[in-house]
């Protein structure tokens, strides 16, 4: 029956944007989608939000790889230049 109250559902427990009854450890409303979870639940840092403990290591390892293929081709003209 639609609207009805799930079974082990607590009294008083339900959604502030359609009023549909909440389970006790949900973070969604199953029947809006509205936010319902606690601020802890929306605290975490989303998926795509994480820190990235490799990135520094690439971009200074991407550098040194730039720094001496510059320097390379920097000897390479002047060498063939001289000779």
């Given amino acids: 029956m639609i609207g009805a109250s799930p079974v082990g559902t607590p009294a ?4 502030p944007s359609c009023g549909q009854p909440l389970e006790s450890d949900t973070r969604f409303c199953q029947a809006c ?4 979870g606690s601020g ?13 403990p490799w990135l520094p ?4 390892l991407w550098v040194v790889i730039m720094v001496v293929a510059l320097y390379f081709i920097y000897a390479w003209a002047l060498g063939v230049g001289s000779g």
Wanted: overall charge negative; hydrophobic content about 50%; glycine content about 8%.
């Fill in 33 to 36: 989608g509205a936010q319902v």
């Fill in 40 to 52: 802890a639940a929306t605290a975490a840092q989303p998926e795509d939000e994480r820190p990235r």
């Fill in 12 to 15: 008083g427990l339900v959604c």
């Fill in 57 to 60: 290591l690439v971009v200074v």
